[in-house]
């Protein structure tokens, strides 16, 4: 038992060790950042940003790979079959992370069980817009129609459990609404129908609205941050209109495969905080409408926690189901 218990100690020893030499030659070629969509999409742009700046720290290449797909989970089922060494991570979304669980019942992967969390980026707010056809000038002007009228207003969205379509179903229940969920294949043709005034109104991100808003072609009723935000500094907060229970950004961190070291994912942690400590790429995403909130992997694993039982209740009650 003892001699056992002695290589027990040793075979620990020995995995600590290759784990710190592990991150101390980390990395000595290119590492991958998988991105589970489209290129120059709001979640590509961002992770160019970062990545760019991101290899200047670690002093490799940082190559995009875009794996788009089933809202985010093509690219996260590559990422959670990579090897666990830190040359593959991903730049996700929150909802791949905390939505798609609970529609995607069926996956190849557990973001539990397959991955592990490094750093929370970026935060990226949307805005309650409607088509100025609507006659809205305010939330209340809408929330009261939407009580007169259940089932009359339509709202577009990116798709099935897109960060688009879960704030207008978080909507719904906390105004206790009855709205039509209209699904596109990207945020760009479901825009283009609500400026079209085919459809009510959209549940968007700010960056993608603003100059439409500023031109007078959409009507910007309230943004979903916690703070006004600087591309729309006089719409006003749900907060401030008295629905705080609408707040809702639409957030990307990096994950990596479980079971990569530690020491590894600390080193990856410590960098990215380094490259969201540089004032040109804290500007560069702010200009995508985005407020940087990094953290370490306890902060994300904590946001992981969160927001997954705040969209587990959500899809519970909308019944949404994969498209």
């Known amino acids: 038992m003892r001699a056992a218990w002695r290589a027990g100690l040793l075979a620990l020893a020995w995995l600590c060790t290759a784990g710190s030499a592990h991150a101390l030659a980390y990395p000595d070629h290119p590492v991958r950042?998988?991105?589970?969509?489209?290129?120059?999409?709001?979640?590509?742009?961002?992770?160019?940003?970062?990545?760019?700046?991101?290899a200047g720290v670690l002093k490799q290449p940082v190559i995009i790979d875009n794996r788009p797909g089933a809202n985010g989970n093509i690219g996260a089922e590559n990422l959670a079959k990579s090897a666990p060494d830190g040359y593959?991570?991903?730049f996700a979304p929150m909802?791949?992370?905390?939505?798609?669980?609970?529609?995607?019942?069926?996956?190849?992967?557990?973001?539990?069980?397959?991955?592990?969390?490094?750093?929370?980026?970026?935060?990226?707010?949307?805005?309650?817009?409607?088509?100025?056809?609507?006659?809205?000038?305010?939330?209340g002007d809408l929330i009261a129609y939407a009580k007169?009228?259940?089932?009359?207003?339509?709202?577009?969205?990116?798709?099935?459990?897109?960060?688009?379509?879960?704030?207008?179903?978080?909507?719904?229940?906390?105004?206790?609404t009855d709205l039509l969920h209209v699904p596109y294949k990207g945020n760009g043709p479901a825009l283009a129908d609500v400026l079209g005034g085919a459809v009510s109104l959209m549940f968007d991100q700010v960056v993608s609205?603003?100059?439409?808003?500023?031109?007078?072609?959409?009507?910007?009723?309230?943004?979903?941050?916690?703070?006004?935000?600087?591309?729309?500094?006089?719409?006003?907060?749900?907060?401030?209109?008295g629905y705080?229970?609408?707040?809702?950004?639409?957030?990307?961190?990096?994950?990596?495969?479980?079971?990569?070291?530690?020491?590894?994912?600390?080193?990856?942690?410590?960098?990215?905080?380094?490259?969201?400590?540089?004032?040109?790429?804290?500007?560069?995403?702010?200009?995508?409408?985005?407020?940087?909130?990094?953290t370490d992997p306890a902060g994300l694993a904590r946001v992981l926690q969160e927001e997954s039982a705040r969209w587990k209740l959500v899809v519970a009650q909308a019944k949404i189901k994969p498209e």
Not at 33 to 54: C, K, Q, T, Y
Not at 209 to 236: C, E, F, K, Y
């Open 148 to 176: 007169k009228n259940p089932g009359k207003l339509s709202f577009a969205s990116g798709g099935n459990g897109s960060s688009t379509h879960m704030m207008g179903e978080l909507f719904k229940n906390a105004t206790h």
């Open 33 to 54: 950042m998988v991105v589970p969509f489209p290129p120059a999409g709001a979640a590509d742009l961002g992770a160019r940003i970062v990545s760019e700046a991101l």
């Open 88 to 90: 593959s991570i991903m």
């Open 244 to 294: 705080r229970q609408l707040e809702m950004s639409a957030w990307q961190a990096v994950m990596v495969p479980a079971g990569t070291p530690a020491p590894v994912i600390d080193k990856l942690a410590k960098a990215l905080a380094e490259v969201l400590a540089q004032p040109a790429v804290r500007q560069r995403l702010e200009g995508l409408g985005a407020t940087v909130s990094v």
């Open 95 to 139: 909802s791949t992370l905390t939505i798609n669980p609970y529609i995607y019942a069926k996956a190849s992967f557990s973001v539990d069980r397959d991955m592990a969390p490094v750093a929370k980026i970026f935060d990226t707010a949307l805005v309650i817009e409607a088509n100025p056809g609507m006659g809205f000038k305010t939330l």
């Open 209 to 241: 609205s603003a100059q439409h808003i500023a031109s007078g072609r959409l009507t910007a009723l309230a943004v979903t941050s916690g703070a006004r935000q600087p591309l729309l500094p006089n719409v006003p907060t749900v907060g401030e209109l």
